[in-house]
């Protein structure tokens, strides 16, 4: 497990509570007052339970904030550095070798904690704070709803009933458990490489009074930590990539369930339109893989395929956005990451932010109009959503 090391660092101002973050956070409010301002208890089919789920904005705003202006050089600098993995393919293992010697997976995790303990406080100055992009479900809903809908899309496909036990690979800062047990009655155990996110996840569970759990594992460390048929059901979001054996995982994920149990599967996959000999299709994709976290480069066979090798049957593989494009979406988060970006250009320009927010906004949204020209062009998508079901045990 990494471990962050306090560093010895420049004479930096401190951080001014009442100035600096609040010019930040009243901008935030502005951008999005007039979305919020319109929520009522059956707009887009979500309910005050979904939103009960849901963090303190600006609660969460300021705490991100502070972690990010705190950062050791040695912080910032690993974050930067991780960014190699994401020029890598799980496939050529010779590659990986040649860029992070012969322990390349134990090198891949290191640079993934190094990536997930800034990566998620910058995703939390935004409506990206559980760190994916929807699908695309309602038009007139924003990101933050689009995420709920899809999360209550994901309780219905897997059945979760009350006391239900369910896995989440990938949980985050395990704010889609909270939704998944809010909405279902089911308990949820979470799984992250990262041991920042783990201990915020486990702070914000019983601060909402739920039963959740949270493990932190590497998912690419087989086998994994529970009983054989321990869970009900499975969910994952867009974490996949990050899997270097698909199909050793999805037998775990084998063992672990229940007969009978639905697995969900969401993820970022290259689709038939790329063509990696194409130099414009190489070239965008090169610059999205970083920004989306993407190691791997996953299609939807890859994943059909896996999940049938372990012994599941696929129920569902399609793309879950509407008409098949997040663009809407992207372009959303997009526009408000380059306004917080402007802003806080501003204050590292007046000494008023450390010059280190520099360094992780200008590459937090370093290419977005790649990403949103992939999607448009149907080369990729990250919200490609594969289904399956365990079957029952023969009698």
Excluded at 31 to 56: C, E, F, M, V, Y
Aim: include cysteine.
């Amino acid at each position: 497990m990494a471990v962050l090391v306090s560093e010895t660092r420049p004479y930096q101002p401190p951080l001014r509570e009442s100035t600096d973050s609040d010019m930040i956070a009243d901008e935030k409010q502005r951008l999005k007052a007039k979305s919020w301002s319109s929520h009522s208890k059956s707009k887009h089919g979500l309910t005050d339970q979904d939103r009960s789920s849901l963090t303190n904005r600006t609660k969460t705003f300021r705490k991100a904030f502070k972690y990010l202006h705190d950062l050791t050089p040695k912080q910032v600098d690993d974050y930067m550095a991780s960014y190699i993995i994401y020029n890598l393919d799980w496939q050529d293992e010779k590659q990986m070798i040649a860029a992070l010697g012969p322990n390349y997976q134990e090198r891949v995790g290191e640079c993934l904690r190094a990536y997930y303990g800034v990566i998620n406080h910058l995703c939390a100055l935004g409506d990206v704070e559980k760190m994916y992009i929807p699908p695309f479900m309602s038009k007139k809903a924003t990101v933050l709803e689009n995420q709920l809908l899809y999360e209550r899309a994901v309780a219905r496909e897997i059945d979760l009933q009350p006391g239900d036990k369910v896995l989440d690979l990938g949980c985050g800062r395990g704010r889609v458990a909270a939704h998944m047990a809010t909405i279902s009655g089911a308990q949820v155990t979470g799984m992250n490489i990262d041991p920042n996110q783990i201990e915020q996840a486990i702070s914000f569970t019983k601060e909402k009074g739920l039963n959740n759990q949270f493990v932190c594992q590497d998912m690419n460390s087989l086998p994994l930590p529970f009983a054989d048929e321990q869970f009900d059901g499975f969910y994952q979001i867009q974490a996949l990539s990050l899997c270097k054996d698909l199909k050793a995982l999805f037998k775990e994920l084998y063992r672990v369930l229940k007969p009978g149990a639905m697995v969900s599967l969401l993820d970022w996959v290259s689709l038939p339109a790329y063509d990696p000999n194409n130099k414009e299709h190489a070239e965008l994709m090169r610059r999205v893989k970083p920004l989306i976290g993407a190691v791997g480069t996953p299609t939807p066979k890859i994943f059909e395929e896996a999940l049938e090798e372990a012994g599941f049957v696929v129920t569902k593989s399609e793309n879950a956005s509407v008409g098949g494009l997040q663009a809407p979406l992207i372009d959303k988060v997009d526009v408000y990451f380059r306004a917080m970006r402007q802003l806080i250009l501003a204050a590292v320009k007046l000494r008023m932010l450390p010059q280190h927010f520099k360094t992780l906004i200008n590459r937090l949204c370093l290419d977005g109009e790649a990403f949103i020209q992939m999607d448009k062009m149907r080369l990729i998508s990250t919200s490609y959503w594969v289904v399956a079901r365990k079957p029952e045990k023969q009698l």
